[in-house]
């Protein structure tokens, strides 16, 4: 008799910072999962704090939408599932700031404003 594993079971893997960063260098845009639902996100800044992993990103669709109003939001790398890059470029948002108390010794890496 053959053992049938449940997927449910299995551990699924972290998402790797190393997709966000090379998001951040090429300026391209990211899909994944978070809460339940698909997300297409322009990553600005990957960072830790308190021991974890977190990406500021410009929400550019949510289930296949656009956002009602534009901003940054701030999400937790882990909450991220089936994290992959896309061919969708995009350019730095004005409402990116960067110089923030909380990246402070935390910085990972930052969108280059400068371009």
Same mark, same amino acid.
């Given at each position: 008799m053959t053992? #049938? !594993?449940? !997927?449910?079971?299995?551990? %699924? @893997? $972290?998402?790797?910072?190393a997709t966000i960063f090379e998001a951040i260098v090429k300026q391209v845009a990211v899909v994944a999962t978070y809460n339940r639902g698909e997300v297409?996100? @322009?990553?600005? $800044?990957?960072? %830790?704090? $308190?021991?974890?992993?977190?990406?500021? $990103?410009? %929400?550019? *669709?949510?289930?296949?939408?656009?956002?009602?109003e534009e901003k940054i939001g701030t999400f937790?790398? @882990?909450?991220?599932g089936g994290l992959r890059v896309t061919p969708r470029r995009f350019s730095v948002s004005p409402l990116y700031q960067?110089?923030?108390?909380?990246? *402070?010794? %935390? #910085?990972? #890496?930052?969108v280059d404003r400068t371009a």
């Open positions: 053992e #049938m !594993t449940s !997927t449910i079971d299995r551990p %699924t @893997a $972290a998402p790797s910072p297409t996100l @322009a990553p600005h $800044a990957i960072y %830790t704090r $308190a021991d974890e992993v977190y990406v500021d $990103a410009l %929400t550019v *669709e949510r289930e296949g939408k656009p956002p009602k937790k790398l @882990a909450g991220l960067g110089v923030d108390k909380r990246y *402070e010794y %935390t #910085m990972l #890496m930052e």
